[in-house]
């Protein structure tokens, strides 16, 4: 699905990517055909993002019992009914084909009378959509939340602690990532070694932060730390240096303030992800990069993060859809990046058995980036067990401090 957004419009393009054979014009539905564009809303699809996000907010939001999310079911049952409600509105909107000339209505019904037919009554997982953004001027919708639509007695009945019975949300019915106009310069799919990964964190910290972790463990362990962690400008730097040419797995946790995002003391942009090397898009390197913290997406806070790393290409990116501000579940994507790492499958399949496991605050995930990417192995366990100490450590320090805030 290709979006290219112009003031009040959005026009959409549906096609089937590939190449037919030598000679042949493709038909409808086969590899290589495209449909005829037509034009929806965009402040109608933009508004319904917003909504989203806002329901999303109100998830993380509640207060969690993390090992034992079932009993928290009562709380989250409603805004999973809200998310619902808003994700079938948006699955509607981006049919509807309101806009635009004349022809605009006809072309997206014939569209979507064929979608219909052909994807919706397909297996679970049997298409991959890929939403494509050609401009950035937009707010990004979170599309893995869009709904196919249900009855209102079926989603009274839904179980809140069974992701099986949202299996009508995007990203679980299809295999689903957004991503810029840049494709992979090579699709590799072959399985890679984790044991040759690096793993590499960024995180917020405060200055007590950093003084209890730099003194608290044994000699030599901050410049172990440093190896991995960096908690301010030039600490990213550093890493991205350091790790040029290394396969990397990203952790980085940043916190937002109207666009601009704060690593220590100093700013730090989107331009700062050429620093790092190992993300251009010309090399068979695979990078997993998970942005958590507060939001990075989001077209009204900080936009040029989204654009750089799509434009980038191979990042290997999942981002969070809203902040994260509750310190109960900060550090959450770090639970959700394990879970891809541990499941051994390509990117789509890995971040669908990541949402089930972290269910239901593996909504709060998308991907960003262009979704061909070879299944890797996890890291050595020591290695997973490390980062799981320093950001318990972390998480520790955060969750006193929000109980003492003076």
């Known amino acids: 699905m290709d979006l290219r957004h112009d003031n009040e419009t959005t026009e959409v393009f549906w096609s089937i990517p590939g190449r037919p054979p030598k000679g042949k014009t493709p038909k409808e539905g086969e590899e290589g055909f495209a449909w005829s564009g037509y034009f929806v809303s965009s402040p109608v699809i933009d508004g319904l993002g917003e909504t989203i996000r806002k329901h999303l907010q109100a998830l993380q939001g509640i ?21 619902i409600s808003a994700g079938q509105e948006l699955h509607g909107a981006i049919f509807r084909g309101d806009q635009g000339d004349e022809l605009s209505k006809p072309r997206a019904d014939k569209f979507a009378a064929w979608f219909t037919k052909h994807v919706l009554n397909a297996p679970v997982g049997a298409w991959r959509i890929e939403v494509i953004h050609v401009k950035f001027s937009k707010l990004i919708t979170p599309w893995a939340l869009a709904c196919v639509p249900m009855s209102k007695t079926a989603v009274a009945t839904l179980d809140p602690s069974n992701p099986d019975d949202y299996g009508n949300f995007w990203g679980a019915r299809f295999k689903l990532a957004v991503r810029g106009s840049a494709r992979d310069m090579k699709e590799e799919r072959e399985g890679r070694d984790g044991r040759d990964f690096r793993l590499a964190c960024v995180l917020e910290l405060d200055d007590f932060a950093v003084t209890h972790i730099e003194s608290s463990g044994p000699p030599g ?7 991995h962690i960096g908690w301010d400008r030039a600490g990213y730097t550093a890493l991205a240096k350091r790790h040029r040419s290394n396969d990397l797995f990203w952790y980085i946790s940043l916190k937002a303030d109207v666009g601009a995002f704060v690593l220590g003391k100093e700013e730090i942009s989107p331009s700062a992800l050429e620093d790092n090397r190992s993300l251009v898009s010309d090399t068979d390197r695979v990078v997993l990069m998970m942005l958590d913290g507060d939001a990075v997406i989001r077209g009204d806070r900080g936009p040029d993060w989204l654009k750089k790393a799509l434009e980038i290409g191979r990042s290997g990116l999942i981002a ?22 541990k499941s051994q499958e390509p990117l789509l399949d890995a971040m669908a058995y990541a949402r089930r496991e972290c269910w239901p605050l593996g909504l709060l995930y998308g991907i960003y980036c262009s ?28 969750l006193k401090n929000a109980e003492n805030p003076s």
């Open 371 to 398: 979704p061909v990417h070879a299944a890797a192995a996890p890291p050595p366990e020591p290695t997973i067990k490390m980062v799981d100490k320093w950001l318990e450590t972390v998480r520790s320090i955060e």
């Open 221 to 227: 362990e901050d410049m172990r730390l440093r190896h």
């Open 320 to 341: 969070v859809e809203a902040d994260i501000r509750n310190p109960q579940v900060h550090h959450y994507g770090w639970r959700v990046l394990k879970h891809v790492l």
């Open 63 to 83: 207060d969690w019992d993390l090992n034992n999310q079932a009993a928290s079911a009562d709380a989250y049952g409603p805004i999973l009914a809200q998310l």
